[in-house]
């Protein structure tokens, strides 16, 4: 189920990311404000070209992260709060993620030859002022946010 309240929104990316997931058994919900498309379009280049990196790797680590589970629960939501926009990606996991070890290189739970995605994430964000990464367990959800500051308002 995706809600668009404002169709102009150049997340081109969630589009491709989401498109087969029912297929596969995801519970799927993307809620997108109204306000947001146009504070999108202030984001620079280089931090939009950064904000869709990160998206695409925290998208995937949700889907990932429940693939084996009974129930497969990925909520999008993208929002205008304060002076930030705010991108939220909430997924079911198996268990409690240990948020102090799941950035760092190499680092993974799902086997060897894995832990770089939440690494290149966080070198991206460690040169871009603009955007910040927040995760946290909420139960048996996971969430990560991606907190972006536009510097023009």
Do not use: M, P, W
């Not at 889907?63 to 990925?74: F, P, R």
């Amino acid at each position: 189920r995706i809600i668009f309240e404002d169709i102009h929104f150049s997340f081109v990316v969630l589009y491709y990311k989401i498109n087969d997931l029912e297929k596969l058994g995801y519970e799927v919900s993307v809620n997108i404000s109204k306000q947001v498309s146009s504070e999108i379009e202030k984001i620079n280049n280089e931090n939009f070209v950064v904000l869709c990196k990160c998206f695409s790797i925290l998208l995937d680590n949700a889907i990932d992260a429940c693939c084996n589970l009974n129930e497969k629960i990925i909520s999008i939501d993208i929002y205008k709060e304060n002076k930030c926009i705010i991108l939220s990606i909430c997924n079911t996991c198996e268990k409690e993620v240990e948020i102090e070890f799941i950035n760092k290189k190499n680092y993974s739970t799902k086997g060897k030859k894995r832990g770089l995605g939440l690494y290149i994430v966080n070198n991206l964000l460690d040169n871009c002022e603009s955007i910040n990464l927040k995760q946290e367990n909420l139960g048996k959800y996971f969430e990560s946010k991606l907190i972006v500051k536009n510097k023009k308002d």
